[in-house]
């Protein structure tokens, strides 16, 4: 108890010389001086007297070691710890406690590396000043000298001795076991050109985009620098290097500079997205999640349980995900995110639609009346054919009547006949019909769309259909309301494309075309006639390849005829008792499509370039003959170099404008 006195009352008074306060505590059945620091501008020599007494160490104070110092404390120490206290504290303050033999020197931290200290192999930490000597089995020490040197503060010391191929350093012994664990991950044999560098913090696939930028930007400086190949293999999370042996003991360096851990607060990340959507990432990643889960449990968690473990919410504002879970499951989830969270390849679809039809209809037919009102029947006689349009019985009818006759029958009529109050009368109408129509339609449609994402272009016009017509009478019998009901529909070209990119060069494309057109002829028909052609199909065709997607060639021949019997087979004269009618339709429709991969930006604008220049070329041949009637206005014409395409390889066209034949043909398919 003599002792413990004697601590007690050395305590108590150097308690009242700088504040410190002394507390005992019981230990282990023993009494033994614990000491809580609560220092306030207390001068650094009272308190190195202090840590001598406490720890039985021998100072020696450099007369440079003076200023004021402060810590504070809420738990009591040891003496082992109050130790390690004072030696952070003086590196704080700029100072070093360098160990020879029984005595520690406290110098200024700039001369410590003169003064030297602890020289072992033994592993020393905390703040104390130590020299180590390491020996170098696989690399030039040398050339680790400039690598390691940042990572050395200014008061510390870093060589290498060429000889025995060591490295001697001289610093804080924290700074010396972080320098020892980057050497050893450094200093490993090279059996070849190509070494396998693992990772255990950082992503591979991150360090080798940051280091092949900062290669990027070195042969900017240099362009006679060497250049190493950096490749992620993302199943083992590790980087290949190839290149010059010196050159890629630089970047090993940096790979270990990089892969190092991150602070992050929890367990809780935000990761940006580039091209992916967060909201249709956030289903992906939550059934990835899900099966993670139940793998571990062997299938025994529920789906409801298994969101626990894990909470993942899209942003939408800012497209990003946040995503709170475990360490070894946001590194799985963030994998995903870089595979699935990629530039999608675009695909130019250019389709070729060739229809020509041609439509004859040829018609000769004999209608004839005899009737006598003195008989008091009326007619006697008729031959009249549906497919002669009006009854020449009505037409008759208005003729004896005294009224203007207006058939509605189309073609060439030749009539002749007689009309009597008293006697026979007659009449006698010929028709002769010859019509024909013909179409020529080339259809060139082109769409862009992203790979997987499905495409629609519609082009055409709303064409009214009459449906239904009546005619309301109001509350005067003479006033009438004639009233048709319309429906419009579209006619014209639509195609919907959904294409898929192959493994190669091949794509999938899944197609559904349709064309709607109206008839050029429509004879004795009630309203208009529309013609459609439709595809629906999937073909694989390689890039920049052109296919056939399918042809319609049609030759139809109908003819009809209309005859009283046995008059209509009397030769010559039989010719008064038929109707004859033919009908031949030609259709031949073929519909090509060419697929072109844009992978790139330069792909697109490339592919812009060509459809803008030829636009603009066709523009300056029609400008080119003026304005009709106004001579002071010109025609509209595309910008020569319009903001954001570049022609480099098709140039736009200046100076004389050369003729442009057959436009849409010339812009189909060019390979090249």
């Known amino acids: 108890m003599g002792q413990t006195g004697k601590n007690g009352a050395l305590a108590s008074r150097f308690w009242k010389k ?91 931290a700039a001369n410590a590396k003169h003064i030297g200290g602890n020289v072992s192999s033994e592993v020393v930490t905390g703040d104390a000043h130590v020299t180590r000597v390491v020996q170098i089995k696989n690399v030039s020490g040398a050339q680790l000298v400039p690598i390691l040197r940042p990572l050395v503060p200014p008061q510390g010391h870093l060589a290498a001795h060429a000889q025995s191929n060591s490295l001697i350093i001289s610093s804080r012994a924290s700074t010396v076991e972080r320098l020892l664990s980057i050497i050893k991950r450094i200093d490993l044999p090279s059996s070849g050109a190509i070494e396998i560098v693992p990772l255990q913090h950082a992503s591979a696939t991150e360090v080798v985009r940051v280091l092949t930028s900062l290669q990027q930007q070195g042969r900017k400086a240099d362009p006679q620098a060497t250049a190493s190949t950096l490749v992620a293999d993302e199943r083992t999370n590790s980087i290949l290097l190839g290149g010059d042996p010196a050159e890629r003991l630089r970047l090993r360096a940096l790979i270990t500079h990089l892969d190092s851990p991150t602070e992050n607060i929890g367990n809780t990340h935000v990761i940006y997205l580039k091209f992916a959507k967060a909201k249709e990432m956030l289903t992906v990643l939550t059934g990835v999640a899900e099966g993670q889960v139940k793998g571990k449990s062997g299938g025994k968690t529920p789906a409801a349980a298994a969101k626990n473990n894990f909470q993942i919410q899209a942003d939408e504002s800012t497209n990003a995900l946040v995503i709170t879970a475990s360490p070894e499951m946001f590194r799985s989830l963030r994998s995903v995110i870089q595979k699935l969270d990629i530039r999608r390849a675009q695909v130019l679809i250019e389709a070729v639609i060739a229809e020509v039809q041609m439509d004859k209809t040829a018609e000769l037919g004999v209608q004839w009346i005899v009737g006598s009102k003195g008989s008091g029947v009326a007619p006697v006689g008729v031959v009249n054919f549906g497919g002669s349009g009006s009854s020449i019985v009505g037409l008759a009818a208005a003729a004896a009547s005294g009224g203007t006759v207006v058939p509605s029958i189309q073609g060439a009529l030749f009539g002749a006949g007689r009309v009597s109050d008293n006697g026979v009368s007659f009449a006698a109408l010929i028709r002769a019909l010859d019509g024909s129509g013909a179409s020529n339609v080339l259809s060139t449609p082109n769409i862009v769309t992203l790979d997987n994402q499905e495409a629609e272009i519609v082009v055409g016009q709303t064409v009214p259909f009459l449906t239904g017509s009546y005619t309301s009478t109001g509350a005067s019998s003479s006033a009438t309301n004639p009233f048709q009901t319309i429906k419009r529909e579209n006619v014209g070209l639509t195609l919907k494309v959904l294409p898929q990119i192959n493994a190669g060069n091949s794509v999938k494309l899944d197609i559904e075309q349709k064309v709607d057109s109206l008839a050029a002829s429509a004879v004795n028909a009630a309203d208009i006639i529309t013609n459609t052609r439709s595809f629906k199909t999937s073909v694989i065709v390689d890039d920049g390849k052109m296919i056939v997607l399918g042809g319609l060639i049609k030759d139809e021949l109908i003819e009809s005829e209309q005859k009283v019997p046995l008059l209509g087979d009397i030769p010559l004269l039989g010719a008064l008792f038929r109707h004859k009618q033919t009908t031949k339709l030609k259709t031949n429709l073929m519909v090509f499509l060419k697929p072109t991969v844009l992978r790139t930006s330069n792909d697109s604008v490339q592919a812009t370039n060509e459809k803008y220049n030829t636009i603009r070329q066709y523009q300056m041949q029609h400008g080119s003959r003026g304005v009709g009637l106004m001579p002071e206005e010109t025609a509209p014409l595309l910008k020569e170099d319009e903001p954001g395409l570049r022609y480099q390889n098709n140039p736009a066209p200046t100076g004389k404008v050369e003729k442009v034949d057959n436009f849409l043909e010339s812009d189909i398919f060019v390979d090249g």
Request: glycine letters at 8%.
């Open 18 to 108: 700088t504040g410190i306060i002394v507390v005992l505590c019981l230990l282990s059945g023993w009494v033994q001086a614990a000491i809580t620091l609560n220092l306030k501008d207390a001068e650094i020599g009272a308190v190195v007297e202090m840590v001598s007494k406490e720890t039985g160490k021998n100072f020696v104070v450099d007369p440079r070691v003076k200023g004021k110092v402060t810590v504070i404390s809420s738990h009591p120490m040891e003496k082992e710890q109050l130790y390690e206290v004072f030696l952070s504290l003086l590196d704080v303050h700029g100072f070093a406690a360098i160990e020879s033999g029984d005595v520690i020197k406290i110098v200024p």
